[in-house]
């Protein structure tokens, strides 16, 4: 009633909006931040969670890994999600203001190249993505495709996926400049799907219909080539926390960990649920 | 014709204008317009019997009119019909996605499904905030620019920082307020840190509304409340800030506007991507309107999914803003045929 | 006048001017902030290498810090969205003084002053979901996100700030003026180009000068529309990274005073001392002008 209420004074008074503002009730509340990767896992997680303990409430923000663990470290929040392992110079940075930034893996992701549906490339080799990342293989007809410039599709250079891609395919080329950058691997599935002649490489989790994924060395992406290791592009998510998980944390580290709760999301999400957990 | 209407050409067409400008064949946009000089002119010439020659010549020169005049007309249009071509858009893509839940509910399941609320609640609360911050530095500010201080070096240079201070892109004030509200006033991300950065932004905007609306109080006014005795302070309370009333009304409307609108000052400070919990303390994070627009076509999970949610995030961000505006401008607009009266 | 009156009249106008002065704090505090994070980046990395550099890898391991390309792309965009937004906001302008009748003005100018009120995000909404494919398909090209795109929205957005203040300017030529050029026969075409335009024209240049800072400062279009690509352009379709844009896709995601954050706040520097020399050129044009009018 006191929302239908607060409605009607928004839409008829503006005005009048901060005066009826809702005042929750007191919850616990934990701040979540950082990578985008693993940003649908934990909204998903964290909206059951949050309905199984109306006590604690979540606050979940993207950003990416980076500002994550620099959130942590800033003690802006209490939970640090991250495509990537800390950096020594974060943990130093940690250190120095009293954060001791402690690791705990939640998922496996598989990093996908993609392309257009219409595009006839079916599987590049590790070499021949560094080269057209790198800026030497520009036209699709060098891989086998179409007489068509490539349009290469990355990630902005400070998320988890870029470097992760940086580190595992990459290294020890650069991406070159004239790559597109996008904000998520949303923005990239949504990019590739539009565009004829794009290449990207997203998280596992968002692959749909709209994109083709792309062989890699010949072997397919799967959640049994990534939980092996045989998938040449794989890595675990994680979340940090300042000292080992305890309290609210704890209850919501665990019901991550759950085969039947956190791990269904993370399978539901798209990624690779954590084996013998 | 009366002498108020004389700097703006009449109204009427002249007889005399429209029948040559038919006999030039140029008829069609001409003959809503107006010219009394220009009729009169060539009725003289052709009386006179100046000859064929100059009757080209001045159907040239009409024509000529004509043209610069159908070219400013169309860059008009364009103008207004890409403001049109964009609301109309949003409507149409925007409207099927409109319920009364979309309202009233919060995102679901990972922001692909359900509504905007908090949306609405962070965005009237950022705007209101700053615009709360906002309206009384900035109608000070304007009354001591405007009633005391006049053209002396100070007011000068102060006029100068506020107008550098308009000018200064909205990411600026976001590294900004970043650096200074959230991180080293310690306000984190958070409304108090977002509504005091929109109010520096914002700043200008009332300022200089608010001095537009004093210079319209007449100086009689002022001087009737003086002669009675009142001080300079007491007139300006009781006589002048009354007068000026509406039109510093407009300016709150105004800058409530541009406040709402604002994304990128507010990507650091205030909103955040997705937040359960209702906004019970200025330190609370917010979700906005404008953010969640960016953030729903650029990062989110399942973009493609998540479409009717971003134009019906769109739709209701610019009716909005420009509701607000529609307000300002009709109270303007009444403000001025009252004073014209 | 009672003396205890005489003393809270000047106590009431120091408390005004206090308030007053809070502008200029609040420019002095956004310049002092954006240069004490900002200029630690230049004990180690030189301004002419940052301003020159070619390539931006904030996050390599060693990193680099190279703005050119950015600069380069702002410029361009600047550029290509006036050479839009400049002649259709001073013909529009011209048409609102000059042309349009009393009711058609009062109705068209709200109109073209709310274009002005739209949401930036929503520009960039609509030229990433509708110009940028439309445009993709249009002409073949190998992304629809690109320098012209970006353009084309940031004119849609600058016009209004040119138009309304050249109408000012166009309105505050004397009537004088144009109704002797009309007397001695000219046509109100030729009042209006030979007389009432270059009376205005400091005016104008003002607008033009606003209306670049608004396209050169403006994030959420660029953001959404340029690419993101950070290359030197090499044709009008090139994907770019205008430098709003890169501040506005790396600071939430750079570490707290590490050198990729300290870097992103110099490039605020560069972007806040663009606007304001486009600022002061504006108002130095319009100080000319009053004084050269008055």
Redesign the interface.
Known sequence: MKRTLFITLTALCFAAAIFAAPAAAAAEEIIITGSTTVLPVMQKAGEAFMAADPGISLSISGGGSGNGIKALNEGLCQVAMSSRDIKESERKEGKGKGVNAVRTAIAVDALVPVVHPDNPVKNLTVEQLRGIYAGRITKWKEVGGKDENIVMISRDSSSGTFETWQELIMAPDRTAPSALSQASNGAVVQAVAGNRRAVGYIGFGYLNPSVKKINVNGLEATAESALSRKWPIARELYVFTNGAPAGAVKKLTDYLLDPQKGQKAVAETGYIPLSGK | MSAQ?????P?TPHPGYVASAAAAGTRAGLA????L??GT?SRRETEAGTGAHLMDRMQI??I??YL??T???L??F???F??FG?CA??LWNGLSALSWEF??EAP????TEGGI?PC??GT??LA??SLGVSLP?GV??A???HE??GASR??R??R?????????????????G???FV??CGF??SLLSGLLTLA?LT??VI?GTTEEALRQVPVTLREASLALGA???RTIVRVVLPAALPGILTGGI?G???A?????AI??TGA?????????SLF??VMAL??H???L????????KT?PL?YGT?LV??L???G???VA?ILR?RLQQRRRR | MPVASLRRETAVRRILAVIAGCSLLFLGMIMLFLFIEGLPLFSTVSVSDFLSGMFWYPTSEPPEFGIFPMLVASCAVTLTASAFAIPLGVMTAVWLTEVARPGVRRICKPLIEMTAALPSVVIGFFGMVVAAPLLQDLFDLDSGLNLFTASLMLAFMSVPTICSVAEDALFAVPASLRAASLALGATRRETTVRVVIPAAFSGIGTACMLGMSRSIGETMVVLMTAGGAGILPGSLFDPVRPIPSVIAAETAEASFRGEHYRALFAVGIVLFLFTLAFNLAARHISEKNSAGGR
């Open positions: 209407s004389f700097p703006r050409f109204a809503s317009q107006n010219t000089y220009d002119t020169r009409r000529r009119e610069l005049f070219l400013l007309r860059a008009a364009v103008n207004i890409a403001l964009v858009f949003l309202l009233t679901r399941n990972s922001m609320f609405i609640v009237a609360l209101l905030g530095l000070a500010s009354v001591y620019l005391y201080a100070f007011a240079s102060i100068l920082g506020v107008n550098n201070l308009a000018g200064v892109p909205s990411i600026v004030f976001g590294l900004f970043m650096s200074f991180i080293a984190g991300i520096v700043l200008p300022i001080t300079q302070s105004l409530l506007a541009r709402a609108g604002e994304t990128a990507m650091f955040v991507f997705f937040s359960r919990k209702e906004v019970d609370s994070p404008s953010n627009i960016y953030v076509a650029t990062s989110g999970t399942d973009i493609d479409r971003q769109a961000l610019v909005l803003v420009l607000m505006n529609l401008v607009d």
